[in-house]
């Protein structure tokens, strides 16, 4: 079966600080692979996906990259934090194909406040 | 462009009460719909989906259909139970997207008091 672990699942930065934030898919490969951000109080929002290694598509302009190393590893990182980029970030991945009907499984969060 | 939209919340209810939480969307073409649950410190989980319309979706006694002639996707369930508190997502993916990005709802807050 396939897992998807998170790490941190907590983090308090300094703003200003860099940022690492790590996902990695087990049991599958070739996976399509997304970061979301979940802001207090809002819904999620698609901040980059990878459809493979060194493969990155991103969502919206922001403080935040991604990279994609190996096939199932997709990394979240900052050079310097803002107090924006607080909130609850959320990787997922899917299988490829099926015109849109895959379904997303998530990962448990990883749960960043800036100070 | 494609959206979607739910109702605010939060919903407050009582055990054994009727639940419903409209969902409406935004597409070209023929969507995947999707209802994401997400219990409090947790990521989100699948709760039900439907690829085509008047597709029912079903799961743990939520139910929502597909329908295009309205865009909607409304979630039921016939009686709640405190068990279910958490945030519900709504979400589309549009057809033939290679990349199966999902767009989210907002989210509605589910409170179920004994």
């Known amino acids: 079966s396939q897992t998807i672990h998170q790490w941190p699942a907590t983090l308090v930065q300094p703003v200003g600080s860099p940022l690492s934030l790590e996902c990695t898919v087990e049991?599958?490969?070739?996976?399509?692979l997304y970061w979301y951000r979940q802001a207090a109080g809002r819904g999620l929002q698609l901040l980059f996906y990878?459809?493979?290694?060194?493969?990155i598509s991103s969502e919206v302009p922001q403080n935040l990259s991604a990279s994609r190393p190996q096939d199932r590893q997709f990394i979240l990182s900052s050079k310097k934090l803002l107090l924006s980029d607080s909130g609850f970030y959320l990787c997922?991945?899917?299988?490829?194909?099926?015109?849109?009907?895959?379904?997303?499984?998530f990962g448990a969060g990883s749960r960043l406040t800036v100070l | 462009g494609n959206s979607v939209t739910q109702m605010e919340g939060p919903v407050t209810l009582s055990e054994e009460a009727f639940l419903t939480i409209n969902c409406t969307y935004t597409?070209?073409?023929?969507?995947?719909l999707f209802w994401y649950v997400q219990y409090p410190g947790e990521g989100l989980q699948l709760l039900l989906k439907?690829?085509?319309?008047?597709d029912k979706g079903s799961n743990k006694g939520f139910e929502a259909t597909y329908r295009k002639e309205t865009t909607s996707f409304h979630l039921e369930k016939g009686s709640v139970q405190v068990s279910d508190s958490a945030v519900y997502f709504c979400?589309?993916?549009?057809?033939?997207?290679?990349?199966?990005?999902?767009?989210f709802g907002t989210g509605t807050l589910l409170a179920v008091q004994p």
């Open positions: 979400a589309l993916s549009p057809y033939g997207g290679a990349t199966n990005k999902l767009i």
């Open positions: 990878s459809v493979g290694i060194g493969q």
């Open positions: 997922a991945w899917t299988r490829k194909g099926a015109n849109g009907a895959n379904v997303l499984t």
């Open positions: 597409a070209t073409g023929y969507p995947s």
């Open positions: 049991g599958t490969s070739n996976p399509n």
């Open positions: 439907a690829t085509k319309a008047d």
